[in-house]
């Protein structure tokens, strides 16, 4: 059976973005063909200025909306990254492979240490070094596929590299993992700023949907989502970014296709209005299902501890291996 890896940040609440890119197929699709690992990344928080009860509160609601989203603990491993020493063991042996050159090429790395000079802070090392911490995340459960958003795919690049060269330097110790992405839905963007991703970290809220905005102001978001002076509905993702993000999340909401969708519709108001009540019918069974398990939250912190162990027992092996091949 294949191993999967994947996770998310609490750097933020989880937006549709994260659900329609990543953790919708992870709970459909990933963790019945896999043996599928999921986890809250909590240490990747740390990489930008945070407040510390703030992440905790993020970890667990996360952890919340995995098992809300469908994540089932029986058939996946879910489980918190700091509980796992694992990663931050793996991660010091892969900085003594990465180069400081290839860490600076990070697309992520150039936009969010800008973001930061721009507001006047200092740039955490951690946030240089996050890719390294992330193929740490990878390799240390053998993983073969990273099932991730678009905007992901150079980190699992990043990560192949690493482990081929540490394979090659010092012996097989790591699996060769491959990112997947969704056909529909892989990068949702900002309904304010079309040319940029709707990331939970931003803090352009109107332009985000959040997977616990009430069904209203999902509606208002939507509808208020900005198009262009054009009045014909075309799928042009360079032309017209506005028109086809609001078509990808209508069609990766209710499994069509954007450009077929483009056809359907006459005016931006319509498609508008489609497009909130899919998002809105797509929440719905989240939010209801994570209203239930916030009021159980034994059930959750259990869960946690179980993958953890689970996920230790998987991990310890791995880096130890790796230790002793790179001559300690
Ligand atoms: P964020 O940018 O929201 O902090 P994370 O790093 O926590 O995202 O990502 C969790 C998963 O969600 C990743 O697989 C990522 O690729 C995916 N993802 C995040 N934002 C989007 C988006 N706007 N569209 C599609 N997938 C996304």
């Known amino acids: 059976m294949k191993r999967v890896f994947s996770g998310v940040k609490p750097t933020g609440h989880l937006t549709l973005g994260n659900y329609l890119g990543a953790m919708r197929q992870w709970a459909a699709v990933d963790q019945h063909r896999a043996d599928a690992l999921f986890c809250v990344v909590d240490l990747h928080a740390l990489t930008v200025d945070h407040d510390p009860a703030r992440v905790r509160r993020l970890s667990r609601q996360a952890a919340t909306l995995l098992l809300a989203a469908g994540l089932d603990p029986r058939l996946c491993t879910l489980f918190v990254q700091s509980h796992v020493d694992e990663h931050a063991r793996l991660s010091y042996l892969l900085e ?17 240490a800008a973001r930061e000079r721009e507001r006047g802070g200092s740039v955490r090392l951690s946030l240089l070094t996050y890719p390294v911490l992330m193929a740490a995340d990878i390799l240390a459960y053998g993983t073969d596929e ?10 699992v690049e990043l990560t192949r590299d690493l482990a081929l060269r540490f394979n090659q330097r010092y012996g097989q110790a ?9 056909a529909v ?4 963007m900002n309904l304010q700023e079309p040319m940029s991703k709707m990331g939970k970290s931003d803090d352009s809220g109107p332009g985000i949907v959040y997977l616990l905005d009430e069904p209203d102001v999902v509606r208002k978001k939507v509808m208020r989502a900005v198009t262009d002076s054009g009045r014909d509905v075309e799928y042009d993702r360079e032309g017209r970014p506005g028109v086809a993000n609001l078509l990808e999340i209508l069609a990766a909401c209710t499994g069509g296709n954007p450009e077929a969708l483009a056809d359907v519709y006459e005016s931006y108001g319509a498609l508008k209005k489609d497009t909130a009540e899919a998002v809105v019918e797509v929440l719905r069974p989240v939010q209801a299902r994570h209203k239930e398990l916030c009021a159980d939250p034994v059930f959750v912190e259990g869960v946690l501890r179980d993958g953890a162990q689970r996920a230790r027992a998987m991990a310890r092996p791995v880096v130890d291996a790796a230790y002793r091949a790179i001559g300690l």
């Open 146 to 155: 990273v099932p991730v958003g678009d905007d992901q795919t150079q980190h």
């Open 96 to 112: 003594c492979v990465a180069t400081d050159g290839e860490m600076r090429r990070m697309i992520q790395y150039k936009e969010k």
């Open 185 to 188: 839905g892989a990068r949702v």
């Open 174 to 182: 790591f699996v060769v993992p491959r990112a997947t992405t969704p």
